[in-house]
């Protein structure tokens, strides 16, 4: 990076928003979901700088694992990355949102403890005195302290899941599914931190009004994009006396929409909910009396 860039990157005074997105296994769900909110990113060729059609805000890319120390030490602005990153960073950041989605699920991923299936090893208690292969050093280290075990644990470099029990008699690493350990004849002795992602700012730019609305924008935008991916909007008409009947089989985030038709023997419903309801659901007000049932999916809803 050159000294041109680096010293933009250092204004904290200008109207703009310095933002570390994820590079990894969390860029392209991220990119994904800032296109849902209404940003267009694209990488051009240099690829740690992406292109962003809001001038108001400059990017990077950084790996999720270094974002806590850059957004703390305000070379960013705000930043998304994995909680567990903050925690094992001991980063002094204000954790403005959670953002609950990953790589492969919208559920939490887990730190786990996890051994060969045919280890002794059954209790954190009985890791004391053995050799823990890891890219989370620094939390793993607390943990096992708070829980009085003398562990040594080693940094990771990749492929974690193959080093016992050669090179190591337990590891921790994280997990969305389990799949990759039980693929390495590998089980869990516990869980020591279960992450979802954030959104995270540095105490300065979160003091400037300008910065701090801008955050809770996009945090407002991201959340509401998040919040729509799991839910659809249903669309139908329905009888004036088959009404109460149809209202009564719809679950909805509030109360349905019902709206007068030209035709006042009938009436329009419309409404929101999570989508694993609708295939339980459409089959009921079908029978109930509904009729043109348009399902649509959304963007964004904001509560």
């Known amino acids: 990076m050159t000294k041109k860039n680096t010293s933009k990157l250092k204004d904290t005074n200008t109207k703009e928003l310095r933002f570390g997105f994820p590079k990894g296994s969390l860029q ?38 270094e974002m806590a120390r850059y957004v703390e ?42 051994v060969p299936n045919d280890s002794p090893i059954k209790t954190i208690k009985q890791l004391n005195k053995k050799r823990i292969a890891t890219e989370l050093v620094g939390y793993t280290q607390r943990f096992l302290k708070k829980h009085k075990v003398k562990a040594e644990v080693e940094f990771s470099w990749g492929a974690t899941e193959v080093k016992p029990p050669l090179l190591a008699d337990a590891i921790v690493e994280l997990t969305e599914t389990g799949s990759s350990l039980r693929a390495n004849n590998l089980r869990i002795v516990d869980s020591i931190l279960e992450s979802v992602t954030v959104l995270i700012a540095n105490k300065k730019a979160f003091k400037n009004p300008w910065k701090r609305k801008k955050i809770e924008n996009i945090a407002m935008l991201l959340q509401s994009s998040i919040m729509a991916e799991e839910k ?23 109360a349905p929409t019902v709206n007068d ?13 999570d989508e694993k309801f609708v295939r339980d659901t459409i089959p009921e007000i079908k029978r109930a009396g509904a009729c043109g049932i348009v399902e649509y999916p959304l963007h964004k809803v904001i509560p």
């Open 232 to 254: 659809v909007g249903l669309k139908m008409n329905v009888p004036r006396k088959s009404l109460k009947k149809v209202l009564e089989k719809l679950p909805s985030l509030h």
């Open 28 to 65: 392209e769900s991220t990119l994904r979901l800032f296109k849902k909110a209404g940003y267009n990113i694209t990488l051009g060729s240099r690829a740690y700088v992406p292109n962003i059609d809001d001038p108001e805000i400059s990017g990077l890319l950084i790996r999720s694992q």
């Open 73 to 114: 030490s305000e070379v960013l602005d705000v930043g998304i990355c994995g909680r567990d990153w903050v925690l094992e960073n001991n980063a002094d950041v204000i954790e403005v949102c959670e953002l609950k989605y990953s790589k492969q699920t919208n559920r939490p991923i887990r730190w786990v403890i996890a």
């Open 261 to 273: 038709l030209s035709d006042p023997d009938w009436a329009s419903i419309e409404v929101i909910l």
